[in-house]
């Protein structure tokens, strides 16, 4: 399994003091040491980093976790293999193109026996469920829309109808994002917050540090964050239902949907 | 105008002396200082940089010269902006996926009034002659070849056929890799030189830094170099004959060929 950190602002704000908790997670306080990504979009432009080595011991998370990039959309994620080898082309999130548009994506779960049929246009370069799951979303999203590019309410209720589909096959819990907005879904464990003003003192869980936010914030600043488990221990962390999509817009929640998995019956 | 650098080898290789003597030319010894990038591949994966920054200057180019990634094919650009913004989603080099491999490209020269028609499969993501013609390339090739992807030797024959009709509209001096190989065109200006057994002592021209390959390969190391201009002044760089091609595949050159390109009549 893996762990996901995703963060969705208002303004353009560096994710250092999550990424310092959450890349803990890498080999100190938890066993996801199998690589690691982080996606930041700037604009339409998107960086990606992505490594073999946990987080915990990477140069590159070493550089990342000290050199501020403020993003409106940042996707990250830690990686304990389960299917695909440790090979870099395996890593999350992955990117992909569409509409002109990168989009970025990462996943914490194990999908059985899930093959989507792929006709072409969006391949798998490694050999993980994830990446066919998100190719197979892209293609459907092609399909459905065509050549014109679809409006945010459209592919969050395009997500709402596709993702319990794929999650018949197992655990799918995923945030995506093109750099407008971030969707977020899962089944199982995924928690979200929102900070915003009046900004308070936040207290990560995975290392003894602590932020105020109120002394590096301006009032205009409103920040989502997204985390498999909750960052900090001194913060209200909201769950999300199994089969919960929600749509991140400009640091607040912007629409949530619930949707109903059916699961595989298991003929075996 | 751009520069470009290019690399392929038998055995993953990193690019460290390299890419010293090229980032130099972002501000020191050129002024190619309005942002860079770098991709590794590491067998199907790859890993992209791009800073808005000068290569001089940007940290991240600072953990790159420092940070020895060993790849088997890197392409690396420093921008100097002649078409599009100073923004991330200009810089190159530029990736896409296709047939489950990445691509990369990256290009020097300036393509006028050129507008391909783009069907939607490959969109560019910013604002740039080059990755409309990169966009075009792809597209054209998965037309070409649809959902079966061709041999190295098909996408060698068949960038022979469409580089010199990009080039019709201006510069247009590239480098290409799907990880597996390395193909390169010039109109004006890319140098080539190849490294292999005896390794000698080398030069770079940018900045005043000797190293004697001999003391740190293996006899079975070769490592072929593509650049805008020679990085060395003391070994010989093969000149790109203007609308030739080469592709490199365990650094060394595997097949060239001569194009010749069809200047569109200025009727204005």
């Avoid at 960086?47 to 990250?76: E, G, M, T, W």
């Avoid at 569409?98 to 006709?119: E, S, V």
Wanted: negative net charge; proline residues 4%.
């Amino acid at each position: 399994m893996c762990e996901l950190l995703g963060m969705n602002c208002a303004t353009p704000t560096d994710i250092n003091f999550s990424f310092k908790g959450f890349s803990q997670r890498a080999g100190v306080t938890s066993d996801h040491a199998d690589g690691f990504g982080i996606a930041f979009f700037e604009q339409k432009g998107c960086r990606l980093f992505i490594d073999c080595q946990s987080a915990v011991h990477s140069p590159l998370a070493d550089f990342i976790r000290n050199y501020p990039i403020k993003s409106r959309n940042v996707i990250a994620h830690i990686r304990k293999a389960t299917q695909g080898k440790i090979e870099l082309e395996n890593n999350h999130p992955f990117m992909r193109e569409l509409w002109g548009r990168h989009w970025i994506f990462a996943h914490n779960g194990d999908l059985k026996d899930y093959w989507p049929q792929l006709c072409g246009q969006f391949m798998p370069v490694g050999t993980t469920d994830s990446e066919r799951a998100y190719c197979y979303i892209l293609q459907e999203l092609r399909y459905r829309f065509g050549k014109d590019e679809p409006s945010l309410q459209q592919i969050f209720d395009f997500l709402a109808e596709v993702s319990p589909k794929i999650a018949e096959y197992g655990t799918f819990n995923f945030i995506l994002s093109n750099g407008q907005a971030l969707f977020s879904y899962a089944t199982t464990n995924l928690h979200w917050i929102v900070r915003e003003w009046p900004f308070q003192q936040a207290h990560l869980v995975d290392v003894d540090i602590e932020i105020d936010f109120s002394q590096v914030t301006k009032p205009e600043d409103r920040v989502a964050v997204v985390a498999t488990a909750p960052l900090t221990d001194n913060e209200v962390w909201h769950k999300y239902q199994p089969g919960e999509l929600i749509w991140f817009q400009d640091g607040r929640v912007q629409q949530t949907a619930h949707t109903t998995i059916q699961r595989l019956v298991n003929a075996g």
